[in-house]
């Protein structure tokens, strides 16, 4: 089966700018999970849908950061406006139920300078 | 809220040594463990997982870890690295009644000499 597709692989903007990542789960996957990886660091949730609906953002910084899942399949995630801290690698995840594992894109390299 | 903890953030080995990486995790009820790999330039990849039944689990490349629910601990060994097990190491956790949230530790990086 194909796999997690992430676009775009790699990313520079400037702080302030705006920026959307893209993500496509596997077919059939009702849960989708977006990762900030720092590096040096292990992977941060930033939001998990189950379907369209958020089950968690607890750790998005909502005042700069946005996601949604349209009809329950693709995913985007905006950062508006960026800051230098978020220079990280972004992590798409999708899991078909709970009790089975997750399996990750080859995330975005998202560089502000 | 549940955490996991990756003891060793660098491992350095000779290939043929014996590895054991530490995780623990802090959550009182069920939950599914994982451990994933990152090797240079590629993508998260499951080594191995546990759900339930027997506490020892064998993964791919002739890893395997043990769950000690006591312990709040599930290691990963392997009994003879190879240089390609060169990578970084996740441990994650998952648990039962919290909404399928999948929680990582901060990532071990093995280096094996060769």
């Known amino acids: 089966e194909a796999g997690v597709a992430q676009s775009p692989r790699y990313k520079i903007i400037e702080k302030r700018q705006s920026v959307a990542f893209w993500c496509n789960p596997i077919?059939?996957?009702?849960?989708l999970y977006w990762y900030q990886q720092i590096l040096g660091q292990g992977p941060k949730l930033l939001i998990q849908?189950?379907?369209?609906?958020?089950?968690?953002d607890s750790q998005l910084p909502k005042d700069r950061f946005s996601a949604e899942r349209l009809k329950g399949v693709d995913s985007t995630l905006k950062i508006q406006p960026a800051k230098l801290e978020d220079s990280a690698v972004y992590l798409c995840?999708?899991?078909?139920?709970?009790?089975?594992?997750?399996?990750f894109g080859q995330g975005t390299r998202l560089t502000v300078v | 809220a549940q955490s996991v903890s990756q003891h060793n953030h660098h491992v350095i080995l000779s290939e043929a040594a014996s590895l054991e990486l530490g995780c623990n995790y802090s959550?009182?009820?069920?939950?599914?463990l994982f451990w994933y790999v990152q090797y240079p330039g590629q993508h998260l990849q499951l080594l191995l997982k546990?759900?339930?039944?027997?506490?020892l689990v064998k993964g791919i490349k002739g890893f395997e870890a043990e769950f000690i629910k006591s312990k709040f601990s599930f290691n990963l060994r392997k009994p003879s690295v190879q240089w390609s097990d060169t990578a970084e190491y996740f441990c994650?956790?998952?648990?039962?009644?919290?909404?399928?949230?999948?929680?990582f530790g901060g990532g071990t990086r093995l280096m094996v000499k060769p």
């Open positions: 994650a956790v998952n648990a039962d009644n919290a909404g399928n949230m999948l929680t």
């Open positions: 849908f189950q379907n369209n609906g958020v089950v968690d």
């Open positions: 959550y009182g009820g069920t939950v599914n």
């Open positions: 546990y759900f339930s039944g027997d506490p």
């Open positions: 077919s059939g996957h009702a849960t």
């Open positions: 995840a999708s899991m078909r139920t709970a009790n089975t594992e997750a399996f």
